[in-house]
């Protein structure tokens, strides 16, 4: 299965505690794109990383949350200090370029804080 | 608009109808829209895309609506299947930077 690799599919954390979230893009796909969703809910966009760079983290809370895309790796969310407010899916999608192409999704880790 | 959690509009058909999902979009310097199927404890899945440049687009059993007049987005299912249950969004790329807008999703039923 060549598609896009989040992991781990649950994670629970107390509050406090860090959370670390895992993204393997599709083959080929140099793009990545984190989002959340609650509930019910649409997907928010959270942040849009190229290997190496952050192209646009507008929707990344202020404090607490980072993205990275190493050369080598998944890219990686992290949430320090979790909050009870935090769980949510979050899922992750990639892309080939980044201008009006699809971007297709992983399964996403389904984070719930204690 | 952002989404205040309320439950999903729901639209139930009968096994082998057609099934019409629409969504409305705000942002006219959109260029950009997808449809997205997700499944319960899955991931969006892309079902379909098409650019401000047209205004019909077809896959296999599905169409996508576009007019830009009034800002409004619909999904053609034809000779829906059970298989077909799911919740459905629209997104839109709204030319600044590659972000997608979700809209609040459609939950389809589809009884045998």
């Known amino acids: 299965n060549a598609g896009v690799m989040q992991n781990p599919r649950h994670l629970v954390r107390r509050r406090g505690q860090e959370a670390r979230l895992r993204c393997s893009p599709m083959?080929?796909?140099?793009?990545v794109y984190w989002y959340r969703q609650l509930p019910e809910e649409g997907l928010k966009f959270m942040v849009y990383?190229?290997?190496?760079?952050?192209?646009?983290e507008s929707g990344m809370p202020k404090e607490r949350f980072s993205a990275e895309f190493p050369k080598e790796g998944p890219s990686i969310l992290r949430i320090q200090q979790v909050v009870r407010g935090d769980s949510a899916a979050y899922f992750c999608?990639?892309?080939?370029?980044?201008?009006?192409?699809?971007?297709?999704f992983g399964d996403g880790t389904r984070l719930s804080i204690l | 608009g952002e989404s205040v959690g309320l439950h999903l509009p729901t639209l139930s058909v009968q096994e082998g109808d057609n099934s019409i999902i629409n969504c409305a979009y705000s942002?006219?310097?959109?260029?950009?829209f997808i449809w997205y199927k997700q499944e319960s404890g899955k991931g969006p899945q892309f079902i379909i895309d098409?650019?401000?440049?047209?205004d019909k687009r077809q896959g296999q059993r599905v169409t996508v609506l576009l007019n830009k007049t009034v800002k409004h987005l619909s999904l053609q299912i034809a000779a829906t299947q059970p298989g077909d249950s799911a919740v459905y969004f629209c997104?839109?790329?709204?030319?600044?930077?590659?972000?997608?807008?979700f809209g609040g999703g459609t939950r389809l039923m589809v009884k045998p």
């Open positions: 999608a990639s892309s080939p370029t980044g201008t009006n192409q699809p971007q297709h």
């Open positions: 942002n006219s310097a959109s260029d950009y």
């Open positions: 997104a839109e790329n709204r030319g600044a930077g590659n972000m997608l807008t």
């Open positions: 990383l190229q290997k190496e760079n952050i192209i646009d």
């Open positions: 098409i650019r401000s440049n047209m």
């Open positions: 083959k080929g796909h140099s793009h």
